[in-house]
């Protein structure tokens, strides 16, 4: 039996890697009981317990952001790098947003606060989706 991969320090089990893909393929930022659902498709007995905890072994690993929206509920993202996040007031719709602002935003506020060694870890921004702004029944 061959030795299980490691990310960042985590051995990924099968169960951690088919709730790492999974969630790697959802660009919809989903919640861990969206994730649990996606995740049953692949392997039917896996328990939401299983998922929740394997959601935060991931989290601390690096390997996936979690992070709570403006309107509350813990949403996952397994999409690297530094990048916004642009929330739907109205419908919740979330979407990635990457801009090289990031990096400035940083500089800038180092500048401002004399802090050090700065990251932009989380920055989300709020709007009217381009579905809900349309016009209905129009």
């Known amino acids: 039996m061959s030795p299980l991969p490691v990310a960042n320090?985590?051995?990924?089990?099968?169960?951690?890697?088919?709730?790492?893909?999974?969630?790697?393929?959802?660009?919809?930022?989903?919640?861990?009981?969206?994730?649990?659902?996606?995740?049953r498709?692949?392997?039917?007995?896996?328990?939401?317990?299983?998922?929740?905890?394997?959601?935060?072994v991931l989290r601390d690993a690096g390997l996936v952001r979690e992070f709570v929206?403006?309107?509350?509920?813990?949403?996952?993202?397994?999409?690297?790098?530094e990048h916004f996040h642009l929330a739907c007031r109205s419908c919740g719709r979330l979407v990635d947003v990457e801009l090289p602002e990031a990096a400035f935003l940083g500089r800038r506020a180092a500048e401002v606060t004399l802090?050090?060694?700065?990251?932009v870890s989380q920055v989300e921004l709020t709007g009217i989706c381009p579905e809900c702004a349309a016009p209905s029944g129009g």
């Open 69 to 81: 929206t403006h309107d509350g509920p813990r949403r996952y993202d397994a999409t690297p790098g």
């Open 115 to 119: 802090f050090s060694d700065i990251e």
């Open 9 to 39: 320090g985590v051995r990924l089990t099968r169960q951690r890697q088919v709730v790492l893909d999974t969630l790697g393929t959802m660009r919809t930022h989903p919640e861990a009981m969206q994730v649990f659902h996606a995740v």
């Open 41 to 56: 498709e692949r392997m039917p007995n896996i328990s939401l317990a299983t998922v929740y905890r394997t959601l935060g």
